[in-house]
Nanobody
């Protein structure tokens, strides 16, 4: 199993930036997961994928709503995946979860088996 802990959330103004971190511990090799995704859940809405990275090769994918503003990266030495969020908008407000899985469906929540507790981002 793998445990995921998100950090870096906070309250910012429109146009500002935040960097979220997702630290993995436990069994962190490819037998447990090969993709890490970031998901956003706005108040009263379903969770949706915003960015994902293939940990084996570094390939990435983004939701259209964040392309050009968000960037996902990984530090394999630290077993940590980051989500750099720039030019934040009020609609980016919500809980951000990271998730790990081997499903290969990038931004689909059902492809991920392990989830963190989430970190709150508020943009006003």
């Amino acid at each position: 199993h793998v445990q995921l802990v998100e950090s870096g959330g906070g309250s910012v103004q429109v146009g500002e930036s935040l960097r979220l971190s997702c630290a993995a511990s436990g069994v962190t090799d490819s037998t447990t997961y090969t993709y890490i995704g970031w998901f956003h859940q706005a108040p009263g809405k379903e969770r949706e994928g915003v960015a994902a990275i293939y940990t084996g090769g570094g390939g990435t994918r983004y939701a259209d709503s964040v392309k050009g503003r968000f960037s996902i990266s990984q530090d394999n030495n630290k077993n940590t995946v980051y989500l750099q969020m720039n030019s934040l908008k009020p609609e980016d407000t919500g809980l951000y979860y990271c998730a790990a899985g081997r499903g290969g469906y990038w931004l689909r929540a059902t492809a991920y088996n392990y989830w963190g507790q989430g970190t709150q981002v508020t943009v006003s």
